[in-house]
């Protein structure tokens, strides 16, 4: 049974440039949530998807934008990159129960580092 | 004032030790805690839930103030391999299934 799966593992970008980070849930889980954890922070919630729809959203600008496919995959896109944008980006995955809490299993990360 | 509120250490502990961390939280409307422990370049993973009559699972015991809205964390007999950084969670009611992270505490444990 795989567990979460991102894409790519590390990312160099400059500043300016859009990058586009990929999420595979785990088997059976339809929900899938974006984190950015800057070095020596812990992790900031930026947005949630489920059936397709953004669900919920963090303290984060619009340059941050998402979207979830009908495989439950997910893609979260950046633009305008930020040199403040380099961070380890955590994306986690859930069952939604219709309960306010879910276990969420993450993935690995991917680090993206914007020059 | 951040939401959720850690000592970040680093803890120096010898092997055997007894180390105990604490966190507290502003919202009141938090409804549900988590201990996650993340190695060095890794991803958090769940060591924990946290309810208010406390809970035990081998080594760890977690426990929960609503009054104080403050949740802690006891290692016993620390082993090396507890040598990580320590997030205390929260989730609110209605915040869906938004967690709220602490910045986390680092644990070194020496031999």
């Known amino acids: 049974d795989a567990g979460v799966t991102q894409s790519p593992t590390h990312l160099i970008k400059t500043r300016g440039q859009q990058v586009t980070l990929r999420c595979s849930p785990k088997?059976?889980?339809?929900?899938v949530s974006w984190y950015q954890q800057a070095l020596g922070q812990g992790p900031q919630f930026i947005f949630q998807?489920?059936?397709?729809?953004?669900?919920q959203r963090g303290n984060f600008p619009d340059r941050f934008s998402g979207h979830q496919f009908p495989n439950y995959s997910s893609e979260l896109n950046v633009n305008a990159l930020l040199l403040g944008d380099s961070a380890l980006y955590l994306c986690?995955?859930?069952?939604?129960?219709?309960?306010?809490?879910?276990?969420?299993?993450f993935g690995p990360g991917t680090r993206l580092l914007v020059l | 004032r951040k939401e959720v509120e850690q000592d970040p250490g680093p803890f120096n502990v010898p092997e055997g030790a007894t180390v105990a961390f604490n966190c507290t939280y502003s919202?009141?409307?938090?409804?549900?805690f988590f201990w996650y422990r993340q190695d060095c370049r890794k991803e958090p993973k769940l060591l924990m839930s946290?309810?208010?009559s406390g809970n035990e699972d081998g080594r760890f015991t977690a426990q929960l103030n609503r009054a104080s809205q403050y949740i802690s964390l006891l290692i016993r007999d620390s082993k090396l391999s507890d040598s990580a950084t320590y997030l205390c969670?929260?989730?609110?009611?209605?915040?869906?299934?938004?967690?709220?992270f602490g910045g986390g505490t680092r644990l070194m444990v020496k031999p």
């Open positions: 986690a995955s859930s069952q939604f129960s219709g309960a306010y809490q879910e276990t969420q299993y």
């Open positions: 088997s059976g889980h339809d929900t």
């Open positions: 969670v929260v989730n609110r009611a209605n915040a869906g299934n938004m967690l709220t």
């Open positions: 998807y489920y059936e397709e729809e953004e669900r």
């Open positions: 946290v309810y208010s």
């Open positions: 919202n009141s409307a938090s409804q549900s």
